[in-house]
């Protein structure tokens, strides 16, 4: 059975307020589909704002006690320091993350690449730290539309795993491809593209001995085009932005990707 994560990338949205509200409306579609995603042993994780962690702690920590499973739902952050205190303005703590229930990280999203200029070197460390503290990182990689057209998207990936991934253990670890050019803009990449681009990261990421290691697509995933992209057999998931901000259509997005 293939391993299947669904990632929910809240982005900068949502307050503590709107965040307990989601998990109330989300709680009752998840657990219309909690049989068939313990089944498949599928997991949904969560990326709120660091400003609703303790809503999304307490929201989850409830659900998953009514389901007597402590992780049915686990929830991490879209950006942790290497750090876990001490004076370093405006960072997050994984230590407090910890603390209110975050067992993951996202690590280079190619918004913290792109606005906050997080190089790949850098990006290392932050994985590195992580596991560190036995949290999970999902780091992300991607080429943008200038990459693919000239023909780099392998050279770009490459990098980005190869630097990225430096001393990185293969235990405790998933890898999200998210083309740039797919990133909330609608357009998604094809079936091929997703197919030839999945298999080539599978294939570095085995030869490297990361056999085991997931890799989550992303980009544009919604309800709709979610069954046919999880028919790829090198796809274990999506880390999803837009489609996981109103909770009926993430359940259903799930739902979709399950029903084969
Ligand atoms: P999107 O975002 O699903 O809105 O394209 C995905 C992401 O940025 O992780």
Not at 207 to 230: C, H, M, Q, R, W
Request: net charge neutral; aromatic share 10%; with cysteine.
């Amino acid at each position: 059975m293939k391993k299947l994560i669904f990632a929910a990338n809240w982005k900068l949205n949502k307050t503590p307020e709107e965040t307990r509200s989601f998990f109330k409306n989300f709680e009752k579609s998840f657990v219309a589909i909690y049989s068939r995603i313990k089944a498949t042993k599928a997991e949904v994780m969560f990326f709120p704002p660091a400003s609703s962690w303790e809503a999304t702690g307490d929201s989850i920590k409830a659900i998953n006690d009514k389901l007597d499973s402590h992780l049915a739902l686990s929830w991490g952050a879209q950006n942790i320091y290497v750090e876990s205190q001490g004076a370093f303005t405006g960072e997050n703590s994984s230590s407090v993350m910890s603390l209110l229930g975050g067992i993951s990280g996202l690590v280079g999203h190619s918004e913290r690449r792109t606005y906050f200029k997080e190089t790949n070197d850098f990006l290392n460390q932050k994985i590195l730290s992580l596991q560190k503290r036995s949290l999970l990182p999902i780091y992300c990689i991607g080429e943008t539309l200038q990459d693919r057209e000239s023909g780099a998207t392998e050279k770009i990936l490459s990098e980005q795993l190869a630097q990225g991934l430096k001393n990185v253990s293969s235990e405790n670890l998933v890898i999200a491809y998210e083309p740039v050019w797919a990133i909330g803009t609608g357009k998604i990449a094809s079936f091929a593209q997703v197919s030839e681009t999945h298999a080539f990261l599978r294939k570095w990421l085995n030869e490297k001995g990361f056999t085991e290691t997931p890799i989550l697509y992303g980009g544009s995933v919604k309800a709709d085009n979610a069954s046919e992209l999880i028919s790829i057999s090198d796809v274990n998931g999506f880390l999803v932005g837009g489609a996981s901000l109103e909770p009926t259509t993430f359940a259903t997005l799930i739902e979709n990707s399950l029903s084969l």
